[in-house]
């Protein structure tokens, strides 16, 4: 164990969430590959170390409370957690339905992922960001979609206008104890979450941006190591998107 500091990363097996890893990894910090597929999450893992970076896989299921109790046993078995990116969320495939044709099975599905799993990360990893007395980092991953509406798409808008809300109740709580808490809000990213996305929503996407070219992981990164670094000490409670403009607040 060294002196180096810990970011969990969530769902980091692949796409953005490995892309925020690789970079946390750059920036200098020990990164958990938090990921529910083991094979995924063990070759994103590998593969960071590969290019030097300090990387460690730990399996979990963010909707699952004991899993998540398991993986914050794990982190503390590094040292210093600085950060946790709430990442994992399920994206593919569960577009297509108006609102009043999705099942609740799929509904409570995607709320226990993507809205109760940031929740259970959060809470559970909060006493080892609070150990050190020195502030951590709390970056929750909201979406666009819950900014502009997306039709047929109304369970995920809901779970990440969920987060979003999330963000701010806990930043509340949290300023004084030197934790902050934003959101990060991206537009349709390609990569293996949004392959199975309709092209007539790439099209808009596409139609609507200010920056018009597709929107690629690297694109986020960046907002998501400042909101981790030492600059952004002072921003809490806010959601940024990162869209090239198709939303604009």
Not at 189 to 197: I, N, P, Q, Y
Request: with cysteine.
């Amino acid at each position: 164990m060294t002196d180096r500091r810990t970011v969990v990363v969530t769902g980091a097996g692949r796409g953005l969430g490995l892309a925020m890893a690789r970079r946390a990894g750059a920036d200098g910090f020990r990164v958990v590959v938090a990921e529910l597929d083991r094979d995924r999450g063990e070759g994103a893992a590998a593969g960071l170390r590969d290019e030097g970076l300090h990387a460690h896989f730990v399996h979990c299921d963010v909707a699952d409370p004991a899993s998540v109790v398991e993986l914050a046993s794990s982190v503390a078995e590094l040292g210093h957690l600085h950060g946790v990116v709430n990442n994992a969320a399920l994206a593919n495939g569960v577009g297509g339905k108006e609102f009043q044709d999705i099942d609740v099975e799929a509904w409570d599905r995607l709320m226990a992922v993507n809205t109760r799993g940031p929740w259970l990360v959060s809470k559970a990893l909060l006493p080892q960001l609070l150990a050190h007395g020195t502030g951590g980092r709390i970056v929750n991953l909201a979406s666009d979609a819950a900014l502009y509406g997306s039709p047929r798409l109304a369970h995920y808008i809901a779970s990440k206008g969920a987060v979003i809300a999330l963000t701010r109740a806990m930043a509340r709580e949290l300023g004084d104890r030197g934790i902050t808490v934003n959101a990060v809000a991206p537009g349709l990213t390609e990569c293996e979450a949004t392959e199975t996305v309709p092209a007539e929503r790439h099209d808009l996407y596409r139609a609507g941006r200010a920056i018009s070219r597709p929107q690629q992981p690297d694109d986020i990164t960046g907002t998501v190591a400042f909101l981790l670094g030492p600059e952004s000490r002072y921003l809490t409670g806010q959601v940024i998107a990162v869209n090239g403009g198709f939303t604009m607040h």
